[in-house]
T-cell receptor
Framework: GAVVSQHPSWVICKSGTSVKIECRSL??????MFWYRQFPKQSLMLMAT?????????EQGVEKDKFLINHASLTLSTLTVTSAHPEDSSFYIC????????????FGEGSRLTVL | AQTVTQSQPEMSVQEAETVTLSCTYD???????LFWYKQPPSRQMILVIR??????QNATENRFSVNFQKAAKSFSLKISDSQLGDTAMYFC????????????FGQGTRLTINP
């Protein structure tokens, strides 16, 4: 099946710094990618929809300037957490849609962010 | 807006038993997909089974089957002959067929299979 890879899988940073998380579709072209946030023992909450070559669409309540999303190519989307604070510590998961396999979404392994 | 509700936060059964996880949803859409995803301790989301709303036949994947009741907006997952490897969080999810294809997840059910 299709593979989506996230990097890094775990990152620790100091408060006030910025962190970039990458999401790559390895064997298909993803015109649309999605970014989710998951707190411990909770469900996945959609943060934004990332479309190749255009601005991301953010869900209500998600700060655009805080969580910068770039989808510069059909195989790569990045999420940058700017000026990170401890409350941004969470598990971030991306998923990608294969335009050929209609309705099928593939998930990355997730990235755990810890802000000290 | 669509909502997905899983009313069982935790469930526990013995190995080889059959277990059913409940899911209800609310939508005004007529064309949509429903999914069950498994999230083991590794946190990797794994698709268990998918149902297309226009199909009346319940989806089946080996030991996993669903009971899709469109009128009642119910979508339960049955796991037969449960195995230790089935221990995980299970999320029910909804996706409109048209548009951005965003997944809306339920709260999850933590399933433990005991030896």
């Amino acid at each position: 099946g299709a593979v989506v890879s996230q990097h890094p899988s775990w990152v620790i940073c100091k408060s006030g710094t910025s962190v970039k998380i990458e999401c790559r579709s390895l064997d298909f072209q993803a015109t649309t990618m999605f970014w989710y946030r998951q707190f411990p023992k909770q469900s996945l909450m959609l943060m934004a929809t990332s479309n190749e070559g255009s601005k991301a669409t953010y869900e209500q309540g998600v700060e655009k300037d805080k969580f910068l999303i770039n989808h510069a190519s059909l195989t790569l989307s990045t999420l940058t957490v700017t000026s990170a604070h401890p409350e941004d510590s969470s598990f971030y998961i991306c998923s990608a849609r294969d335009g050929v396999a209609y309705g099928e979404l593939f998930f990355g392994e997730g990235s755990r962010l810890t802000v000290l | 807006a669509q909502t997905v509700t899983q009313s069982q936060p935790e469930m526990s059964v013995q190995e080889a038993e059959t277990v059913t996880l409940s899911c209800t949803y609310d939508t005004s859409e007529n064309n949509y997909y429903l999914f069950w995803y498994k999230q083991p301790p590794s946190r990797q989301m794994i698709l268990v089974i998918r149902q297309e709303a226009y199909k009346q036949q319940n989806a089946t994947e080996n030991r996993f089957s669903v009971n899709f009741q469109k009128a009642a907006k119910s979508f339960s997952l049955k796991i037969s002959d449960s195995q230790l490897g089935d221990t995980a969080m299970y999320f029910c999810a909804f996706m409109k067929r048209q548009g951005a294809q965003k997944l809306v997840f339920g709260q999850g059910t933590r399933l433990t299979i005991n030896p």
